[in-house]
């Protein structure tokens, strides 16, 4: 069986959605996520499915994320994993220079004017919006324990930002994409317009993929896929009371997000025949995320309310049978290995040098 793996933007809610979503989906089938033919990552899901690629299995992001030590557990850089943070890169530090007054892309500012049809919303309110000012590099550090420099050493992971000139999005990895570290995709894929400083990549600047789709799962309609399996932050088939303003702009920005996974799964359903399971966030989900997705305080409740709350969702009868066939993964991948750290299987493949 030939798989997909799409993970949506989310911010660092969605992130730790994914985070718990993940170990659930591969505990209960035995199946490695990391392993999958294509991995898709769009700003959170970027993050996270770059850490994937990388060998770090779903089990380790919950144990790290919950403040476990790993002693003599090294990271690809050498350094101790017990000194990495457990932020997933969610570390707020401004640049050491102020960014410039005015829109943050005047000529993709321009665009939208010209033609703002043939630009999403986000990229017609990104080009105005002043220029980010919060330094991607703690992103950037946060894939660098796992991959030093260069890219992983397996094909078929894409990592979506957007040109912040154009709004074309740009899947790094993909052949005929610009050459980049996968540390400097994944920022610039998480590279929020108006918040992030723009990460620049082979002379041009990128931000977040979520500018161009929250998912990005319609990248995968020509691909030669059984099953595609899509977990998206940003959308729910539930409902919250709306108790604020925030509620109210969040419930719309689920509505938009939930619209657009449908077409680009119809997309790929119709274009490469594949099957597609979307999992997302549920009600319960959602009263801890919160309607701030850049608020970290309740990461970790996050993701072991997704852990128990994805499980549910696997046990009904149409994605149990969807799932049914997936193949199995290396059990150090899927659960944690028994006995100390320094006894376990190599959890991640050595970097590559380009992609």
Same mark, same amino acid.
């Given at each position: 069986?030939?798989?997909?793996?799409?993970?949506?933007?989310?911010?660092?809610?969605?992130?730790?959605?994914?985070?718990?979503?993940?170990?659930?989906?591969?505990?209960?089938?035995g199946?490695?996520?990391?392993?999958a033919? %294509? @991995?898709?990552?769009?700003?959170a899901?970027?993050?996270i499915?770059g850490?994937?690629?990388?060998?770090?299995?779903?089990? *380790?992001m919950?144990?790290h !994320?919950?403040?476990?030590?790993f002693?003599?557990? +090294?990271?690809?850089?050498?350094?101790?994993?017990?000194s990495?943070?457990r932020?997933?890169?969610?570390?707020f530090?401004?640049e050491?220079? *102020?960014?410039?007054?005015?829109?943050?892309? /005047?000529?993709?500012?321009?665009?939208?004017?010209?033609?703002?049809?043939?630009?999403?919303p986000?990229? @017609?309110?990104?080009?105005?919006l002043?220029?980010?000012? #919060? !330094?991607?590099?703690?992103?950037?550090?946060?894939?660098?324990r796992?991959?030093?420099?260069g890219?992983?050493e397996? +094909?078929?992971?894409?990592?979506?930002?957007?040109?912040?000139?154009?709004?074309?999005?740009?899947?790094?990895g993909?052949?005929?994409?610009?050459?980049?570290?996968l540390?400097?995709?994944v920022?610039?894929?998480?590279? #929020?317009?108006? *918040?992030?400083?723009?990460?620049? #990549?082979?002379?041009r600047?990128?931000?977040?993929?979520?500018?161009?789709?929250?998912?990005?799962?319609?990248? /995968?309609?020509?691909?030669? /896929?059984?099953?595609?399996?899509?977990?998206?932050?940003?959308?729910?088939?539930?409902?919250?009371?709306?108790?604020?303003?925030?509620?109210?702009?969040?419930?719309?920005?689920?509505?938009?997000?939930?619209r657009?996974?449908?077409?680009?799964a119809?997309?790929?359903?119709?274009?490469?025949?594949?099957?597609?399971?979307?999992?997302?966030?549920?009600r319960?989900?959602?009263?801890?995320?919160?309607?701030?997705?850049?608020?970290g305080?309740?990461?970790?409740?996050?993701?072991?309310?997704?852990?128990?709350?994805?499980?549910?969702?696997? %046990?009904?009868?149409?994605?149990?049978?969807?799932l049914?066939?997936?193949?199995?993964? +290396?059990?150090?991948?899927?659960?944690?290995?028994?006995?100390?750290?320094?006894?376990?299987p190599?959890?991640?493949p050595?970097?590559?040098?380009?992609?």
């Open positions: 069986m030939k798989v997909g793996l799409v993970l949506g933007a989310g911010g660092v809610t969605g992130g730790a959605w994914l985070t718990g979503a993940l170990d659930a989906l591969a505990t209960d089938t199946w490695d996520p990391g392993s033919d %294509r @991995v898709v990552g769009t700003s899901g970027a993050m499915g850490l994937l690629a990388a060998g770090v299995p779903p089990w *380790f919950v144990a !994320s919950a403040g476990e030590r002693r003599g557990l +090294d990271g690809a850089d050498g350094r101790p994993s017990a990495a943070s932020s997933a890169g969610a570390l530090r401004p050491r220079r *102020f960014p410039p007054l005015g829109p943050g892309s /005047l000529r993709l500012a321009y665009r939208t004017l010209r033609d703002p049809r043939a630009h999403t986000a990229a @017609v309110m990104s080009g105005w002043p220029r980010g000012w #919060i !330094s991607p590099e703690p992103l950037r550090e946060t894939i660098r796992v991959v030093p420099r890219w992983v397996r +094909d078929g992971v894409w990592i979506v930002a957007c040109d912040y000139e154009t709004g074309r999005r740009v899947p790094f993909r052949e005929g994409s610009p050459e980049a570290d540390a400097d995709a920022a610039a894929s998480c590279a #929020i317009p108006g *918040f992030y400083a723009p990460v620049r #990549i082979a002379g600047d990128y931000v977040d993929g979520g500018m161009y789709s929250p998912s990005n799962l319609d990248l /995968l309609r020509e691909e030669p /896929l059984d099953l595609v399996v899509c977990l998206n932050p940003t959308s729910s088939l539930d409902d919250l009371p709306v108790r604020s303003v925030g509620h109210r702009v969040a419930a719309a920005l689920r509505g938009a997000s939930g657009r996974l449908g077409r680009e119809r997309r790929v359903r119709e274009g490469s025949g594949a099957r597609v399971v979307l999992l997302q966030p549920t319960e989900d959602l009263e801890v995320m919160g309607p701030n997705p850049m608020n305080r309740r990461r970790h409740e996050a993701i072991e309310t997704a852990r128990r709350t994805m499980r549910a969702q696997l %046990r009904r009868p149409e994605v149990a049978e969807a049914a066939d997936l193949p199995p993964g +290396d059990p150090h991948k899927v659960t944690r290995p028994d006995g100390p750290p320094s006894g376990w190599r959890l991640r050595v970097a590559g040098s380009s992609s």
